[in-house]
């Protein structure tokens, strides 16, 4: 890979570190061919750290090292994206990333649906809210559901109409979630045991 570090009179040229796993953006530093090589030698991000005119190891104060999985330069070879594995939190200021969020595992519209069954958990009188309602009926009525929607669902797969299929599995999935965190686990919990399988 061959990164155009003279295109800066500084030879810099950003790196911006995105976790390998959750692909969130935990900050943005500076490369310099040095910092770059030792970066590769040592598979610990180092940065030229233009405040203090010097190579820079994430992590070689804090001990929260970012360990290298891969760099990508872009198109026009002028700035690296640099795939990391964090040992702890990447901010000096104690946090997940350098802008404050948690580093934490987003499966898009489906992690905004746990956020909405466990709001209805939490306020499981809601007499309006059929999430409620199973929490307030139990284990036993949440896990029938789950039953229920699994086999409406095989029923489904055997038949022609993808549509009742489609609308069956999201039925299946929504209960599953509920059932989730009706036994306090959440999805991320069961990708960590799909993952330690593998």
Not at 103 to 132: M, P
Request: glycine content about 6%; overall charge negative.
């Amino acid at each position: 890979m061959e990164i155009d570090f003279s295109k800066n009179t500084d030879g810099l040229v950003p790196a911006i570190v995105q976790d390998a796993i959750t692909k969130n953006v935990l900050m943005l530093g500076y490369m310099n061919e040095e910092a770059y090589k030792k970066t590769l030698e040592t598979e610990k991000v180092t940065f030229f750290s233009r405040s203090k005119q010097r190579l820079w190891t994430k992590g070689e104060e804090s001990g929260n090292f970012l360990n290298l999985v891969a760099i990508k330069a872009d198109c026009d070879n002028d700035s690296l994206l640099v795939s990391v594995l964090p040992v702890g939190p990447t901010c000096h200021k104690g946090t997940d990333s350098c802008w404050g969020e948690e580093n934490i595992q987003d499966y898009g519209f489906v992690t905004q649906l746990e956020a909405i069954i466990t709001n209805r958990k939490e306020n499981a009188s809601d007499q309006n809210s059929y999430v409620a309602s199973l929490f307030r009926k139990g284990i036993n009525k949440i896990a029938q559901k789950v039953g229920e929607e699994a086999v409406e669902t095989v029923i489904e797969a055997m038949d022609k109409n993808d549509e009742l299929f489609l609308n069956e599995s999201a039925d299946l999935l929504f209960h599953y979630l509920i059932l989730l965190q009706a036994k306090g686990y959440k999805l991320q919990d069961i990708v960590d045991v799909l993952k330690s399988r593998h």
